[in-house]
Structures are given as C-alpha cells and as structure tokens.
C-alpha cells in the first residue's frame, strides 16, 4: 500500500501533493517549474517513485458547466504521456474551483500577490487531495 499524489497541472508550475502512508493527510506539497510536458510527466514518476506512490490524481478543469476545454485537453494528454512513461494508476479529478480557493486560502492567510503565485499551485494540489482522501473515507 503506497501513497497517493495529486497534480494541479499547470503551464509552467505544477502543483503537487502526497499523501502521508496512511492515506488520511497531506503529507507535503511542491510546485514543478517545467513548461514542457514530456519532461514534468517525467519528473513526476520520478517524484512518484521516490516517494512509493501508488495512484496518482491529476487535476482535470471542466468548465462550471461540467463541459470541457482547453485545460482539459490538456490533462487528457498529460495523462497519456505519465501512462506511457510508466506511472502508476493515473485518475483524471473534477478540479473546478480548486485554484479559486487556494487564492482565497492564500489571500486569507496573508500572503502577497508574489508569494500566493509562488504557492498557489502546491495549495491547489493540496486541495484535490483532500477531496480524493475524504471520497476514499466515504466510501
């Protein structure tokens, strides 16, 4: 049994968080500055395999209509390519939202425009973790 990691797929950072063991808590949080996606979908099995991840979530931004876009497209194939470069079980997660919030998580806390864009990412990550560990405790 590994942890789980999830990725907030960004153009040029990418957010990222990994469970602790036992699957109940963020165990930490980085950002990824990669702008190409060959390379971040290697750096990630990279980080995955370090850290005994068994499943990784990677955000998938639909529209607040549940349509999808752009970004979307763009996860889809991000997907793909951490498949074929021999990632563990990727799932594709509903992520509406989830940089909205951090923003407003950040701003509450504080932060300045500069350090919540240093950061934001990594929170939004953190944030589509813990929607996936509270589905795993509902089920």
Not at 5 to 31: P, Q, Y
Not at 60 to 79: Q, T
Not at 81 to 98: K, Y
């Amino acid at each position: 049994m590994g942890r789980i990691m999830a990725v907030d797929f960004g153009d040029v950072r990418t957010g990222v968080a990994v469970s602790d063991i036992s699957k109940t808590l963020v165990g930490e949080a980085f950002v990824i500055k990669e702008p190409r996606m060959e390379h971040l979908a290697e750096r990630i099995v990279r980080e995955a395999t370090e850290r005994g991840v068994e499943k990784i979530i990677l955000g998938y931004p639909k529209n607040m209509d549940g349509s999808l876009g752009e970004r979307a497209e763009k996860s889809e194939k991000l997907k793909e390519i951490l498949i074929a470069s021999g990632a563990p079980e990727v799932i594709l997660w509903d992520e509406r939202r989830t940089t909205i919030d951090a923003h407003r998580i950040l701003f509450e806390s504080g932060k300045n425009a500069k350090k919540r864009k240093e950061t934001v990412d990594a929170v939004a990550a953190t944030l589509i973790l813990e929607g996936y560990l509270n589905g795993l405790r509902l089920l």
